[in-house]
């Protein structure tokens, strides 16, 4: 069984502009101990797809299944259980810390609202910054009085404060400086090992999703476009777009990079509000025949032992 | 000015912030050359001091609090820091371009692209109106914006991130200037953007042979752009190399830090990145001697009472660092 499956998910914003489908029927699934990697350029619907596995956003249809039980129906006192086992971390860990509230108290928190008892907590909370490698005394001070890489060391700790399954990490490293970024990443993978914890790592980072994803999905305008193995994706990628985005990626070698040919994609996402008919990536994409104007494409195994959705592959 | 003059050369330059904090030293005592057609990088972590370094060549510091208070920077041989700032005016977008990190911050809100380009030429070169308006056209189609007749009379805001960041790159390069500085310039952008700009800024600088110092953080960006690398901490230069010399044997341990807490696909896999501990320092309290001192593996005795000074290791080589220098 998966720990996570996702089916067909869908979710829209009503904006001034018109409806925006963020996540427009995606399916996947994250087995137990796994790191799936979701990557993306900006406004595909990487953060919105999260959310909705958190029910943080209102979702339009689709099967939501954790641990084999389908969260889209369930009520309040459901869900509190379903949010015990999957947790989430943010980008700017500042924004989701409250200013006003010890260090102490956010780890705490979810702690309290399951009804843990006072000294139990306490100890808890000890544990907890002892595992993300934050001093004892941080209990007592503010988030504004650390770094980011100790701020996401804190948000860290809290998402792990009632033993979670799966931590969906939203960009968590890509405010932060190369050196603490490798701090984070590496916390990240120790607790991994230490807990078992399973991930779905979000970032527009290729070269960090290669070093820390078991499997990668690839997401342009709420659709998945490839979904596979690291290596299958990272060695043979099927799809124009993963493709194209592989290219564009920068190589920290300056061997490797000249090396490489690289074909620039050109031109631009096109608006969420008006994408493309047919296949979403028509309008950029070197591949593109009449039959992607009018058909979308659906995701299906393809050569290299992933799946992706592409007409031509 | 003489011809055989570099297009940028830069000495000791000194940059200080006077605040109610104290006297902090952001810039500290930076020299650099930059040859005709070479790309220099200059990379370090937030707050190492390459804004400021750019801002100082520049001339544009925001002061108070910051001010130059030593060095020479040499714009086509002639030293620019006790220029007035009408002559600054001049020389700014003619013989030295700029590219910032955010674009929209970069561009005036109010004002058409057409007129923002057409401002640029006709403060800088002969050109009528109309002849400036024919120019901004062209420009904007050598930096390859898609639709460009119809973008003449866009507002930024119309303007998706990386076609502002194309139209502040034609503004830069509008009066051919010699030396062209780029902050961050694709950090805010998408990578196949990222991209799309990297390959644009490369050929434009073929073809004219600018200078270019590149600013980033991003030691993907430096390997895929670079010549040069200048490796920055705590606003003094830790290391200089080429950049394949710089990346196939790194000598400051900041930069060996940097390169293995960088992780590289298609490289041999680690286990581990090899992080760097604790942070960058904020300048006001940097310790006494070697400022990486508190994070170093190799750090000595002598390091944390003494600063170590520029080196040459080997030929086209710099590094500050006790235990490089002592092999
Ligand atoms: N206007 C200012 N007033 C006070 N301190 C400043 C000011 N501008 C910069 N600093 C300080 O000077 C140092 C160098 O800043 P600078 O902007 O050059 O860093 P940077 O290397 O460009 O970093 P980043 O990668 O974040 O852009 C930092 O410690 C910064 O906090
Ligand atoms: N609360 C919201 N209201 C309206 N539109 C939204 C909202 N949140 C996200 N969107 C839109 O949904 C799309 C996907 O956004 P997001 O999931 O944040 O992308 P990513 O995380 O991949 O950058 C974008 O077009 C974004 O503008
Ligand atoms: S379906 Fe067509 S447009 Fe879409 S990726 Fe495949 S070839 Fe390109
Ligand atoms: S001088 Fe000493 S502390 Fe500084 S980088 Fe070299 S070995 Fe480390
Ligand atoms: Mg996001
Ligand atoms: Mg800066």
Redesign the interface.
């Known amino acids: 069984m998966s720990l996570l499956s996702l089916r067909d998910v869908r979710v829209q914003f009503n904006t001034a502009g018109g409806v925006v489908r963020a996540v427009n029927g995606v399916s996947l699934d994250l087995a137990v101990g796994e790191t799936l990697g979701l990557v993306g ?2 406004g595909c619907g990487k953060s919105t797809l999260g959310k909705a596995i958190m029910k943080l956003v209102p979702v339009a249809g689709g099967e939501i299944v954790v641990e084999g039980v389908d969260i889209a129906p369930l009520n309040r006192e459901q869900l509190t259980e379903m949010r015990r086992k999957v947790q989430m971390i943010f980008q700017d860990p500042y924004g989701s810390l409250n200013p006003r509230s010890t260090v102490g108290r956010s780890v705490a928190q979810p702690l309290v609202l399951a009804g843990w008892k006072a000294d139990a907590t306490a100890e808890r909370v000890e544990t907890l910054l002892r595992w993300v490698g934050l001093p004892s005394d941080a209990k007592q001070r503010y988030p504004h009085e650390f ?1 980011g ?1 100790q701020r996401q060391r804190i948000g860290i700790a809290r998402a792990l404060a009632l033993s979670p399954k799966l931590i969906i990490c939203d960009e968590p490293v890509s405010a932060l ?7 984070v ?2 916390l990240l ?1 120790d607790l991994k090992s230490q807990f078992g914890v399973s991930y779905l790592f979000i970032s ?1 980072d ?3 999703v ?2 820390i994803a078991d499997r990668v999905a690839v997401m342009y305008l709420g659709m998945l476009f490839e979904i596979g193995g690291r290596d299958q994706i ?1 060695k043979s990628p099927q799809h124009p777009y993963t493709k ?14 000249r090396a490489r040919q ?1 074909t ?6 096109p608006s969420p509000l008006n994408p493309p008919p047919g296949c979403p990536f028509n309008s950029r994409c070197p591949m593109a025949q009449d039959r992607c104007r009018v058909e979308k494409p659906v995701l299906r195994p393809v050569s290299n032992g992933a799946q992706a959705a592409c007409h031509f592959v | 000015m003489g011809g055989s003059a570099l297009p940028l050369e830069i000495t000791d330059l000194r940059t200080t912030l006077f605040t109610r904090r104290g006297e902090m030293k952001a810039v500290d005592g930076l020299s650099l050359t930059v040859g005709a057609g070479e790309t220099v990088a200059l990379v370090g972590e937030s707050g190492c001091g390459k804004s400021l370094s750019a801002l100082s060549i520049m001339r544009l510091l925001p002061d108070p609090p910051a001010r130059i208070v030593g060095g020479q920077v040499k714009l086509n041989g002639r030293d620019i820091v006790p220029l007035p700032e009408e002559t600054m005016l001049g020389i700014r977008g003619k013989e030295i371009g700029m590219i910032f990190q955010d674009p929209l911050s970069s561009l005036n809100p109010v004002a058409t692209v057409e007129k923002q380009i057409v401002e640029v030429l006709m403060t800088h070169t002969e050109l009528g109106r109309g002849q400036a308006r024919v120019r901004a056209h062209e420009l904007l189609e050598l930096v390859g914006m898609p639709d460009a007749a119809r973008r003449l009379d866009a507002y930024p805001h119309q303007l998706s991130g990386g076609m502002c960041q194309r139209v502040i790159i034609a503004m830069a390069i509008a009066c051919s200037p010699s030396v062209l500085i780029a902050d961050e310039p694709t950090t805010a952008l998408d990578v196949t953007v990222q991209a799309q700009v990297l390959a644009l800024l490369k050929k434009l600088q073929a073809d004219a042979g600018m200078a270019m110092i590149f600013i980033t953080h991003d030691l993907g960006v430096v390997a895929e752009t670079a010549d040069r690398v200048v490796v920055m901490y705590a606003g003094r230069k830790v290391e200089e190399a080429s950049v394949d010399e710089l990346f196939e044997s790194p000598l400051h341990p900041y930069t060996v830090g940097l390169i293995g807490a960088t992780p590289t696909p298609g490289a041999a896999r680690a286990e581990r990145l090899a992080d760097i501990p604790g942070m960058v320092p904020p300048l006001n309290a940097l310790p006494q001697g070697c400022a990486f001192a508190p994070r170093c593996k190799r750090v000595m005795d002598r390091c944390l009472t003494e600063k170590p000074n520029l080196t040459v290791p080997g030929a086209g080589r710099l590094v500050a660092c006790f235990a490089a220098e002592g092999g």
């Open positions: 350029e900006s770094s890489g400086d190369v050196s603490v970024r490798a701090q990443i590496n993978e527009h290729l070269s960090v290669e070093h990272w194209a985005l592989l290219a564009a990626a920068p190589i920290a070698n300056p061997k490797l990079a690289r620039v994609l050109q031109g631009e996402l």
